[in-house]
């Protein structure tokens, strides 16, 4: 057990919905990492949240947004979904910010599997 | 692209053999980490290997990272049925940014 706790574990939607992904980081991680696995795309990285503020982006779609709480929760919220989307989403969390030539290890959550239909 | 590229995208072995995987990347890195992945479930950290350093072994692991070659190998040593998973290595560039990009895997299949 990472210590990493997503919900849910399983999301069936249709097309045009929006969903909200939830992770609770492990106890004293300071940043929430989110990363889409896809058969074709392999991992990719999504955002990277750091005691509440955005620290660094990747290939997020403009339909998606994520946040951090000030209880360090995240969500990411995905909007108009299409076809495409349909993914593993994973949060992953480390003890500080991973910047500044720190070397840190990421703790993955089981990840959320998402299907739109 | 800043992704690391693993080679071979799948090897199957039996028990008891020797598993190398290699990684290949194109720009110079903070460090390089090992991630296994059994199937569908969440990544977990085999190793991390900073760019100073050239080796280290944990357990039946063992890692290498050769800069100025910019690739690194995982070498697995009498693998088990139980080492069956994606392996994955990720690379950090440091600066700025804390994330990892995940190169896109090896899959390995030890057949007991």
């Known amino acids: 057990d990472s210590g990493v706790t997503q919900t849910p574990k399983h999301l069936i939607t249709a097309t045009g919905q929006r969903v909200t992904l939830r992770c609770s980081p492990r106890s004293g991680d300071l940043s929430v990492y989110w990363y889409q696995q896809s058969l074709d795309q392999g991992l990719q990285f999504l955002i990277q949240?750091?005691?509440?503020?955005?620290?660094a982006k990747g290939n997020i779609l403009e339909r998606f947004s994520a946040q951090q709480f000030p209880d360090l929760h995240s969500e990411l919220n995905l909007s108009s979904l299409e076809l495409g989307d349909s993914a593993l989403y994973f949060c992953?969390?480390?003890?500080?910010?991973?910047?500044?030539?720190?070397?840190?290890?990421?703790?993955f959550g089981s990840g959320t599997q998402l299907s739109v239909l | 692209s800043q992704q690391g590229e693993e080679d071979p995208q799948a090897l199957s072995i039996q028990e008891g053999e020797n598993a190398t995987m290699n990684c290949s990347y194109k720009t110079s890195i903070n460090n390089l980490q090992w991630y296994r992945q059994n199937s569908g479930r969440g990544l977990v950290h085999l190793i991390l290997?900073?760019?100073?350093?050239r080796e280290k072994h944990s357990g039946r692991l063992r890692v290498t990272l050769d800069t100025s070659k910019k690739s690194s190998s995982l070498l697995i040593t009498a693998s088990r049925a139980a080492d069956t998973a994606s392996y994955f290595c990720?690379?950090?560039?440091?600066?700025?940014?804390?994330?990892?990009?995940f190169g896109k895997g090896t899959k390995l299949s030890v057949k007991p």
């Open positions: 992953a969390s480390s003890r500080g910010s991973g910047t500044g030539g720190t070397n840190e290890k990421l703790f």
């Open positions: 290997i900073r760019s100073n350093e």
């Open positions: 949240y750091y005691n509440g503020e955005e620290r």
């Open positions: 990720a690379l950090n560039y440091g600066g700025s940014q804390g994330n990892l990009i």
